[in-house]
C-alpha cells in the first residue's frame, strides 16, 4: 500500500489544496493530509479549526485522512509509515523553495518527494492571499470550499 502525505498549515484550505488531495488522492492508496502545528506562528484558524475544515472538506475522499504534526515531517513520514511527500506546485518559486527540502528529506530518511503542478485555474491562489482579499472585503467564493467561505466570512467579522 502507498501511503503518502500533503503536509501544511491549510490556514485556510482552498481549492488549489483540493485540487492537489483530490489528485494525490487518484494515484496513490491512502494520502494522509498533515497540518502543521506551529505554536509560535499565530493563523486566522486555530489547529482544530483548521482540521474541522479540512476534515468537511474532504468528506467525500474515501482514501483521505487529515492528522497533525509537529517537529519534523520525514519523522513523522517514518513513524506512520509515509513513503512520499506531495508538494503542489503554482510556480518556479514554489520549485526553487521545495527542491532543497526534498533533498534534505531524501537524505534524512530516503523519503521521496512527489511534486504535482497546480491546474492554471488555482496558480495565483494561496491561503495568505484568500486571507488577505478576505480581510479587505475582496470576493474570495471561487477560491476556497463553501464552508471555508462561511468560516472565514466569521473569522473576519469577529477580527474588525
Not at 491561503?127 to 466570512?153: I, M, N, Q, R, Y
Amino acid at each position: 500500500m502507498t501511503k503518502v502525505v500533503c503536509p501544511g498549515s491549510f490556514d485556510p484550505v482552498t481549492n488549489g489544496h483540493l485540487d492537489i488531495f483530490r489528485r494525490a488522492s487518484a494515484l496513490f492508496d491512502e494520502v494522509v493530509i498533515a497540518v502543521l502545528v506551529n505554536e509560535s506562528k499565530k493563523g486566522l484558524f486555530d489547529l482544530d479549526r483548521r482540521v474541522e475544515l479540512l476534515r468537511e472538506a474532504v468528506a467525500d475522499l474515501d482514501n483521505v485522512v487529515v492528522d497533525t504534526f509537529g517537529g519534523l515531517l520525514v519523522d513523522y513520514c517514518t513513524d506512520h509509515g509515509i513513503t512520499a511527500i506531495i508538494k503542489g506546485l503554482r510556480a518556479s518559486t514554489d520549485f526553487d523553495y521545495e527542491l532543497p527540502m526534498a533533498h534534505m528529506n531524501h537524505h534524512l530518511t530516503e523519503v521521496e518527494t512527489v511534486f504535482l503542478a497546480t491546474a492554471a485555474e488555482n496558480s495565483f491562489v494561496s491561503s495568505s492571499l484568500v486571507k488577505e482579499v478576505a480581510k479587505h472585503g475582496g470576493d474570495v467564493a471561487d477560491l476556497v470550499p463553501p464552508h471555508v467561505l462561511v468560516a472565514l466570512t466569521e473569522a473576519q467579522n469577529f477580527h474588525r
